[in-house]
């Protein structure tokens, strides 16, 4: 009986396109019709908000009637602006939830796929000293990539410098971004790998927490032989349970794209395309670099190899650039990388860690973004800073969550251990969405070359 798998990846791949199309042309359909009184609405209130501000910024004097009356103002518009907001999000409500449903559903499976995958394939390893050979190898190919990417950001906005043209003054230290901030220590990064209840680790979806308890548990399976044996036999079928509920979810991957797609035209319309087509332009330029640095390095220890490679992940990777959420695309990369050729004990180990230690698309961004912000407040950053900022971008990204919006988080504690305006991040909210679709498909990608590396790196026919 003839093996029917790739028509169905490649008629889901077809569909999700469908769906992005689709999304685009509803999209724009409401952003014109639909919605378009909230969206000028909107407009116009912010106008005048940077109006208000401007004129708060001239005056000098913060006890006169005048400067009263502006806060008070401020305070009445952006009241009015959030419930126009609201009013609208209700508008399109039916279809963010598409997408979120989808999310939901992702999250539901991950962390059982995670522990499950991880424990065995630490378990088929053997042994301890088996872990560490891998491990070592994983880690090392992680940290090049990770410092690769930051330094790469770097670079590129330093070189293109998008951040001059917005010549903006520095903003009240009182805006408030709706970024939640995270200036992680090493003291509280270690507290947020290591887990007090793997449960609760679990029920928040940290995935680092779940990683390490993982590996703790496969390999004291490992260590009791064969009454380790029974246990992992059962965690390898409850596994493919979760595999085979995996592909139901992915099947609904097209509605998903279709209701996140529109609901961001709608919103945002189809100057979103171009409103930071610089910005937009040049961090998918270096996204493009970042994609050819990668699959040359993996080219060079998997070979010709890497095309077919390339082939199998084109489908999570559409997946992840869809969704905006590297998480997305995990059940079906841990498919097709074992389609490919990977060992199942590499996949089920590497990429789990990969998903991480290992979001190169994210890294870069992290950079990228923070610099950018500085530019347009017309902070200089010398080179040096710019390095301790790579370093601390390098250790708080760790355990980020692949998921919309995570960059931003760590980017906000980022922007305050280096006194930066946090207010900056509003510069990029409107278009992160169509940042995070290219960084998402970069951390599959990342992910992908990782695990094949490794792979090679165990398996001289891989």
Same mark, same amino acid.
């Given at each position: 009986?003839?093996?029917t798998?790739p028509?169905?990846?490649?008629?889901?791949t077809?569909? =999700?396109?469908i769906?992005?199309?689709?999304?685009?042309?509803?999209?724009?359909?409401?952003?014109?019709?639909?919605?378009?009184?909230?969206?000028?609405?909107?407009?116009?209130i912010?106008?005048?908000?940077?109006?208000i /501000?401007?004129?708060?910024?001239?005056?000098?004097d913060?006890?006169?009637?005048?400067?009263?009356?502006?806060?008070?103002?401020?305070v009445?518009?952006?009241?009015?602006?959030?419930?126009?907001?609201e009013?609208r999000?209700?508008?399109?409500?039916?279809?963010?939830?598409?997408?979120?449903?989808?999310?939901?559903l992702i999250?539901?499976i991950?962390?059982?796929?995670?522990?499950?995958?991880?424990?065995?394939?630490?378990?088929?390893?053997?042994d301890?000293?088996?872990?560490?050979?891998?491990?070592g190898?994983?880690l090392?190919?992680?940290?090049c990539?990770?410092l690769?990417?930051?330094?790469?950001?770097?670079?590129?906005?330093?070189?293109?410098?998008?951040?001059?043209?917005m010549?903006l003054?520095?903003?009240?230290?009182?805006?408030d971004?709706?970024?939640?901030?995270?200036?992680?220590?090493l003291?509280?990064?270690?507290?947020?790998?290591?887990?007090?209840?793997?449960i609760?680790?679990?029920?928040?979806n940290?995935?680092?927490?779940?990683?390490?308890?993982?590996m703790?548990?496969?390999?004291?399976t490992?260590?009791i032989?064969?009454?380790?044996?029974? =246990?992992?036999?059962s965690i390898?079928?409850f596994?493919?349970?979760?595999?085979?509920?995996?592909?139901?979810v992915?099947?609904?991957a097209?509605?998903a794209v279709?209701?996140a797609?529109?609901c961001?035209?709608a919103?945002?319309?189809?100057?979103?395309?171009?409103?930071?087509?610089?910005?937009?332009?040049?961090?998918?330029?270096?996204?493009?670099?970042l994609?050819?640095?990668?699959?040359?390095?993996g080219?060079i220890?998997?070979?010709?190899?890497?095309?077919?490679?390339?082939r199998?992940i084109?489908?999570?990777?559409l997946?992840?650039?869809?969704t905006?959420a590297?998480?997305?695309?995990?059940?079906?990369?841990l498919?097709?990388?074992?389609?490919?050729?990977?060992?199942?004990?590499?996949?089920?180990?590497?990429?789990?860690?990969g998903?991480?230690?290992?979001l /190169?698309?994210?890294?870069?961004?992290m950079?990228?973004a923070?610099?950018?912000?500085a530019?347009?407040?017309?902070?200089?950053?010398?080179?040096g800073?710019?390095?301790?900022m790579?370093?601390?971008?390098?250790l708080t990204?760790?355990?980020i969550?692949?998921v919309?919006?995570?960059s931003?988080?760590?980017i906000a504690?980022?922007?305050?251990?280096?006194?930066?305006?946090e207010?900056?991040?509003?510069?990029l909210?409107? =278009?992160?969405?169509l940042?995070?679709?290219?960084?998402?498909a970069t951390?599959?990608i990342?992910?992908?070359?990782?695990?094949?590396?490794?792979?090679?790196?165990?398996?001289k026919?891989?």
């Open positions: 009986m003839p093996d798998t028509k169905k990846g490649n008629r889901l077809l569909y =999700i396109i769906g992005l199309a689709a999304g685009i042309a509803l999209g724009f359909w409401f952003n014109e019709g639909y919605v378009k009184s909230e969206n000028n609405q909107i407009i116009t912010e106008s005048s908000l940077k109006s /501000d401007n004129q708060l910024l001239a005056i000098k913060t006890t006169a009637h005048n400067f009263h009356s502006l806060t008070s103002l401020k009445q518009l952006t009241a009015t602006k959030a419930k126009i907001i009013a999000d209700v508008k399109l409500e039916p279809f963010s939830l598409l997408a979120d449903i989808f999310l939901r999250k539901m991950i962390a059982p796929l995670v522990f499950t995958t991880l424990v065995v394939g630490v378990a088929k390893l053997g301890l000293k088996s872990v560490g050979r891998i491990g190898k994983t090392f190919w992680f940290i990539a990770s690769t990417s930051l330094f790469l950001g770097m670079l590129l906005v330093n070189f293109f410098k998008p951040g001059l043209a010549h003054s520095l903003p009240d230290t009182l805006v971004t709706g970024v939640k901030k995270t200036a992680l220590s003291r509280e990064f270690l507290y947020h790998v290591f887990p007090t209840s793997v609760d680790a679990m029920a928040r940290e995935i680092l927490q779940i990683v390490i308890f993982a703790f548990f496969g390999v004291g490992a260590a032989g064969e009454k380790g044996a029974i =246990i992992i036999k390898d079928a596994a493919h349970v979760i595999l085979k509920v995996t592909g139901y992915m099947n609904l097209p509605l279709f209701g797609i529109s961001i035209i919103k945002q319309g189809l100057g979103i395309l171009s409103t930071y087509s610089i910005f937009i332009a040049e961090f998918y330029s270096g996204l493009i670099i994609w050819i640095i990668l699959f040359l390095a080219g220890f998997i070979g010709k190899r890497v095309f077919t490679l390339m199998h084109k489908e999570p990777a997946v992840a650039f869809s905006s590297s998480e997305a695309a995990f059940p079906k990369l498919l097709e990388l074992e389609r490919f050729g990977c060992p199942n004990k590499i996949v089920s180990f590497v990429l789990p860690l998903y991480s230690f290992n /190169d698309g994210s890294m870069m961004y950079t990228f923070s610099i950018f912000i530019q347009s407040y017309g902070i200089h950053l010398d080179p800073t710019q390095m301790t790579l370093l601390v971008l390098m990204s760790k355990g969550a692949g919309p919006r995570a931003l988080v760590v504690g980022t922007l305050a251990t280096f006194k930066i305006p207010a900056g991040i509003a510069l909210l409107g =278009i992160d969405p940042l995070d679709m290219g960084r998402s951390n599959v990342g992910n992908s070359i990782a695990t094949a590396v490794v792979s090679k790196w165990e398996q026919h891989v």
